[in-house]
């Protein structure tokens, strides 16, 4: 009943923000502080578990020295979760600073031939970053839909689409790599139509050849190759930057209009397709070899940004939407903790479904070899990176952000939780808040992937479930019956964030 009356009161979560609404035009920074103000790169592996990086992982069988180096090089977070445990509602989370649940998607993920999902004249990170003078760019997996009508129709301009939530330009895929249309999409338009049809591909796990769907595809699109082209064209969106500053001639540092690039990586999510010089590289099967080409290609735009001489004033995040889609067969095959001990995995309420790796450099603003224990939500980047340039978030955006930068610049004491509490969400729609080390489930079940999905409550058994995550981080004992005064304060805490977004005390 609790996980009901929550469902309800989500359903008319639209009621306090109108569906369209106009435009928020943020103000327009001075040139002066434009030009001090830092390049941001985001990427967002997909599918990626905390435990495949041996920075959070030492007994890791999936070799990625790349993100192992730049960890050392800035900030790692242990305590960082993505707001849901699947795909679009995460890049929701990210790019407006809301939980997604407050939009029209209130459980699962969008489609191929899905609308836009963000809301007309909703404020992003790149709207804001580019009404303050950034050059915003997008280049990977969108997964937010595209245009405004269902079925999309790709033989029509794409809108809206990234470029009308602030984008200035766009490159990649409409959704996950095995979900029709296969298409790249420049702008409003595929590259090529989708003209021809391909069959399902459904091998054995960890068999190779990869998963994917029967649907339309663009002739001589190949999914072993969307990796590498948004690796590619990350890499061109970057050596452009760095042209542009030695055009103007300004020195190193003072390299004029900033810009936001984000990059939404298609990997390592299905299809599992690493390329010949990968293969075999891990201890953990296709997925893991994947893992170790996305380590590399992630390592190729970095390599990309030094290149282009704009590394010493670019703030680096990089992150993954959710966990790893790694099964207990998986677990049990190849002795691999792809989200480390934690239970669960993609999809899923429970920890390994949205606990996620989150790395952060700012060379000369983030202390090297740095670590932070505190509780952060990917929706926090709206607030944070905002701040980081300067910029004032309008009032109706970001309502489920908290800027975390004092925090990344160490003028706040690590002990010290900016946030303090935070909700997740599962792919079928089960709920929970964390407060400190509590953490209450409104069911019973994982809400995702991992088996039971649900249980119905027995006669004077718990209706939901409650863990302490300090003392019992694997989830592996239920204390709602023992704290019902800690399951009436989490019911609560639950509800004020559902009215109150950011307001809610901390």
């Not at 459904?202 to 050849?209: L, S, T």
């Not at 397709?273 to 070899?289: C, H, I, N, W």
């Not at 998986?330 to 903790?337: E, K, N, Q, V, Y």
């Not at 740095?370 to 990917?378: E, P, T």
Request: include cysteine.
């Amino acid at each position: 009943m609790q996980r009901l009356a929550f469902v309800l009161l989500l359903s008319c979560a639209g009621g306090f923000l109108p569906a369209r609404q106009p435009a928020h035009e943020p103000a327009h920074e001075p040139a002066s502080a434009v030009a001090q103000a830092p390049n941001i790169l985001l990427i967002l592996a997909d599918d990626l578990g905390q435990g495949d990086l041996a920075c959070y992982n030492a007994a890791s069988k999936v070799p990625t020295p790349r993100l192992d180096a730049f960890a050392a090089q800035g900030m790692l977070w242990t305590d960082a979760h993505s707001p849901s445990a699947v795909c679009t509602p995460t890049r929701y989370g990210l790019l407006t600073g809301r939980y997604c649940w407050r939009s029209a998607l209130k459980q699962g993920v969008l489609f191929g031939f899905d609308p836009a999902l963000i809301e007309p004249g909703r404020p992003t990170l790149a709207s804001e970053l580019r009404g303050a003078g950034y050059t915003t760019a997008a280049i990977g997996k969108w997964h937010l839909g595209l245009g405004g009508n269902k079925p999309t129709d790709y033989t029509q301009l794409l809108k809206p689409g990234p470029l009308e939530v602030g984008f200035d330009t766009f490159f990649g895929i409409p959704a996950s790599l095995d979900m029709p249309p296969y298409v790249f999409v420049r702008d409003h338009r595929p590259e090529q139509a989708a003209s021809e049809r391909i069959g399902a591909s459904r091998p054995a796990r960890n068999g190779g050849g990869g998963f994917w769907r029967e649907g339309d595809i663009s002739p001589g699109f190949r999914m072993d190759q969307v990796l590498p082209r948004i690796t590619a064209e990350a890499e061109a969106y970057l050596m452009g930057r760095g042209q542009e500053r030695r055009q103007i001639g300004r020195p190193q540092g003072q390299e004029g209009q900033p810009f936001f690039l984000y990059v939404p990586l298609s990997a390592p999510h299905t299809p599992w397709l690493p390329a010949k010089e990968f293969r075999g590289r891990s201890q953990a099967g296709v997925y893991g070899d994947f893992a170790t080409m996305v380590d590399a290609s992630i390592g190729a735009i970095l390599d990309a940004l030094e290149r282009s001489g704009r590394a010493d004033d670019t703030l680096v995040i990089i992150t993954s939407d959710n966990g790893a889609h790694w099964t207990p067969g998986d677990r049990a095959r190849f002795g691999h903790l792809a989200n480390n001990h934690r239970r669960g995995q993609k999809a899923d309420i429970w920890e390994a479904g949205h606990r996620v790796p989150f790395l952060v450099r700012w060379p000369g603003r983030v202390a090297p070899a740095s670590r932070s224990d505190a509780l952060l939500c990917l929706t926090d980047l709206y607030a944070t990176c905002l701040s980081a340039a300067g910029v004032k978030p309008g009032p109706e955006g970001g309502e489920d952000s908290i800027n975390q930068l004092a925090l990344l610049l160490g003028s706040s004491p690590p002990s010290v939780a900016l946030r303090t509490s935070i909700v997740h969400h599962s792919l079928h729609g089960m709920y929970a808040v964390r407060k400190g080390p509590w953490k209450l489930i409104l069911g019973l079940g994982s809400g995702g992937f991992s088996a039971p999905r649900t249980i119905e409550p027995v006669a004077d058994g718990p209706s939901g479930q409650l863990y302490n995550l300090h003392d019992d981080p694997a989830e592996s004992t239920n204390l709602y019956l023992e704290h019902p005064e800690v399951v009436r304060e989490l019911e609560e805490l639950l509800q004020t964030w559902r009215e109150k977004g950011r307001s809610v005390p901390r």
